[in-house]
């Protein structure tokens, strides 16, 4: 099983950093069936050094939500620092830079994947983090295989690689994707070959077009990737990680999720999204997991519809009840296919 710094996973299946997705609730979900390790939605260091409301909440690490990584990302060297050793301090596990992020009001303020194409930047960025926390927590990176598919940008990639490693980072997380090419085109898993024989014994998690349990076990497969971090698979589809647990374990893959199966799970999520962010925001918050969720139900785009119509938390528990009712004669439930329409593949998501 993958290490980081002194963390063993005991499954090698990550929930990833999810820019509006991943929050406790959403954690605490995935952990339930199966994933052994989760990351924070990508805080911005600025937020992390203002006192307010944003502080308070990434500061707020349950004792329940361990081990968790903290996804940092700025463009400040002098402000990764302190923010990593908040972090660190506040309990999170892991501490994770994002060089990934093709978000384009991102990239607009330097931040995210534009600093793939700062090698020097980056490594400074690197080097104050590891310099503040590596003592205490491991230290991680999160990269797109470049900017752009020109020969520069691979070599900018190979250079911050390799200067991080050095540098004492424990795990790096690759997106076979580029940041120019955003969530467009397949992610090519055959970078992430290339960059795991680089590296050797070196931790390297894959990401980039893991919708399914097969396709987790296959990337692995292909490339020896010592674990893969799943992102946008993962949302409203927590079933994924048990999944994949089976597949490795070499039994059958589990049949989709019934009925009764889905209530039970969306139900666990709204009732801890209640708990965390309290009515109304949880209504606001469950409405777009809800979205997803639809895509396991045997008639999806009616259920998609009524989540999508959704405007209180009232309204959600109606439609709970009314499509999840377990006692309904349902067509059979199919196993979600692909990503589904739901998340467009240029979505403003920073961590997928």
Not at 48 to 63: F, N, T
Not at 102 to 130: D, E, M, N, W, Y
Not at 231 to 254: D, H, K, Q, T, V
Not at 263 to 286: D, T, Y
Request: glycine share 10%; with cysteine.
């Amino acid at each position: 099983m993958p290490r980081i710094g002194p963390i063993r996973l005991e499954t090698p299946f990550v929930q990833a950093a999810l820019s509006g997705y991943s929050d406790l609730p959403m954690r605490r979900l995935a952990r339930k069936f199966g994933a052994p390790y989760a990351l924070n939605e990508v805080m911005l260091d600025k937020l992390i050094l203002q006192p307010g409301k944003h502080r308070d909440e990434y500061l707020d690490v349950a004792e329940d939500d361990h081990p968790v990584g903290g996804q940092l990302m700025g463009a400040n060297p002098d402000e990764f620092a302190p923010a990593a050793f908040a972090l660190a301090e506040a309990g999170y596990d892991v501490i994770d830079i994002n060089f990934g992020c093709p978000v384009r009001k991102v990239l607009g303020r330097c931040r995210g994947g534009f600093l793939l194409s700062q090698p020097a930047t980056a490594l400074h960025i690197v080097r104050k983090v590891v310099d503040a926390v590596g003592g205490i927590r491991p230290v991680t990176l999160k990269m797109r295989r470049g900017m752009d598919d020109s020969p520069e940008s691979e070599r900018n990639f190979f250079e911050i690689l390799d200067g991080a490693l050095a540098l004492g980072v424990s795990a790096v997380t690759v997106h076979g994707r580029t940041v120019q090419q955003r969530y467009v085109g397949p992610s090519r898993w055959t970078f992430l070959e290339r960059v795991k024989r680089h590296v050797g014994s070196r931790t390297v998690l894959g990401s980039g077009d893991l919708f399914d349990a097969e396709a987790c076990l296959r990337m692995m497969d292909q490339t020896g990737v010592d674990g893969v971090t799943i992102a946008r698979g993962c949302i409203g589809n927590p079933w994924i990680f048990e999944e994949c647990r089976a597949l490795a374990s070499g039994l059958a893959l589990p049949p989709p999720p019934s009925i009764a199966r889905q209530r039970a799970a969306i139900e666990f999520h709204w009732a801890q999204a209640l708990e965390v962010h309290k009515s109304p925001l949880a209504g606001k918050i469950m409405r777009k997991f809800g979205i997803k969720y639809a895509e396991h139900h045997p008639l999806a785009l009616q259920v998609r519809d009524a989540f999508i119509a959704v405007k209180t938390p009232a309204e959600f528990v109606s439609v709970l009840e009314e499509w999840y009712d377990p006692s309904v004669d349902w067509p059979p439930v199919r196993r979600r296919e692909g990503h589904g329409d739901l998340i467009a593949a240029g979505a403003d998501m920073c961590g997928g």
